[in-house]
């Protein structure tokens, strides 16, 4: 159901066909039901807007009745978000511009979704692929394709050795390691950890690139023993906390946010302690780091199966997608690269319905796609 369609309903312009279409859709769930009449309470039509501000809120307050920590919490989620939401792009530019039809070059691509994916780099140098439909194991580790479990060793002298695990653009992967800590990472990631931690010792991982979120097992079960987060640009250091550090490459801000307990960021000389609720950006440029207050559950809502995007510009909401599904983005005019946009959209919807639901706010008026390159007009 797209967007457009419920705003021609409610200035009833609805063609005899789409009404047929309309009233499907809208018989099919509650949930249709209960967004288009959010959609309708919310619609002005003089100026042809949504009340972005209200309908987040009512979303983030259905994100936040789910905190379990199991690592499945995100397909339940996504689940009660539902796809449809998808077509809730709402752009906060109050013009329009003239349109046309979508350009597609090659009518027989598919673009995938991401998918669980990654490749493991043993201490020896060995790169296995996992993936799902895939197993591998070992005396203490094992693998369903779909997630990654380190066993405990009972070793009183263990031997620090590192493991390396990569996600690909369009992957991410769930890895549970010695100690208990559970890591997600996104696309385009890579973290390198031990194989044991030594008992008391500081348990610190490296994460080298990319995105991932932490629920740190507490330093109570591992005598005391800290738990630090390191990247080529700063250290993040807890006792046993949940939170999410972004690092990608050829980036120059970094982004530490914090859910739960308590850490502190540094960066050369500087250092800042976080609470819940709270983002460190570190400015690669400046070598500052900031502090803000912002909403935790719009920024970690990928772990949800969610990709949340809070007035984004669609140079940064392209950048998302292009690690998720693997393409390139080129805008033909770099003016829309500045266009800001909230919205909230599956991982797993269709890419082309995305271009489509974009599109339909008449601000990009054609989009071509060759093989994995995707161009904006």
């Known amino acids: 159901m797209e967007f457009k369609l419920i705003i021609k309903k409610l200035n009833k312009t609805l063609t005899p066909e789409e009404e047929i279409v309309f009233s499907k859709w809208f018989e099919e769930s509650n949930l249709h039901r209960e967004y288009f009449n959010s959609v309708k309470k919310n619609y002005k039509k003089d100026i042809d807007y949504v009340d972005i501000k209200k309908g987040w809120l009512a979303l ?6 789910s905190k379990s920590k199991n690592k499945y919490w995100k397909y339940a989620v996504a689940a009660s978000v539902a796809l449809l939401i998808s077509a809730a792009f709402v752009y906060n530019n109050k013009k329009s511009v003239k349109t046309s039809t979508p350009i597609i070059v090659d009518g027989n691509v598919h673009i995938e979704a991401g998918t669980d994916k990654a490749t493991l780099t043993l201490e020896n140098g060995a790169v296995i692929a996992l993936e799902k439909g895939k197993t591998y194991t070992t005396d203490n580790l094992s693998s369903n394709g779909e997630e990654l479990i380190y066993k405990t060793k009972d070793d009183t002298k263990p031997e620090i050795v590192y493991n390396y695990l990569t996600i690909p653009r369009g992957g991410q992967f769930y890895v549970k390691l010695s100690d208990g ?4 990472l996104n696309s385009e990631s890579q973290l390198k950890y ?26 109570t079960k591992h005598q005391g023993s800290k738990f630090k987060v390191i990247n080529k640009n700063q250290d993040v250091e807890v006792l046993g906390t949940v939170f999410n550090v972004k690092a990608y490459k050829n980036e120059v801000k970094i982004y530490t946010t914090l859910v739960e307990g308590k850490v502190n960021v540094s960066h050369l000389k500087a250092k800042k302690y976080l609470v819940p609720n709270q983002q460190s950006v570190l400015d690669l440029k400046t070598q500052t780091i900031s502090i803000d207050h912002i909403d935790v559950y719009g920024e970690i809502s990928w772990i949800k199966g969610i990709f ?3 007035n984004k510009t669609l140079k940064e909401i392209m950048i998302v997608l292009e690690r998720w599904y693997d393409v390139k983005v080129i805008f033909e005019n770099t003016e829309l690269e500045q266009v800001k946009f909230n919205g909230v959209i599956s991982k797993n919807e269709n890419l082309e319905d995305i271009l489509k639901t974009i599109k339909n706010t008449n601000f990009i008026t054609a989009y071509v796609i060759t093989d994995k390159k995707i161009t904006l007009k």
């Open 194 to 219: 031990p194989k044991t931690f030594i008992e008391g010792g500081i348990r610190e991982v490296e994460l080298v690139y990319g995105e991932a979120y932490f629920d740190v097992s507490e330093s």
């Open 60 to 65: 983030q307050s259905r994100l936040k009745t």
């Open 181 to 184: 800590t559970q890591v997600w």
């Open 308 to 310: 949340s995007f809070k």
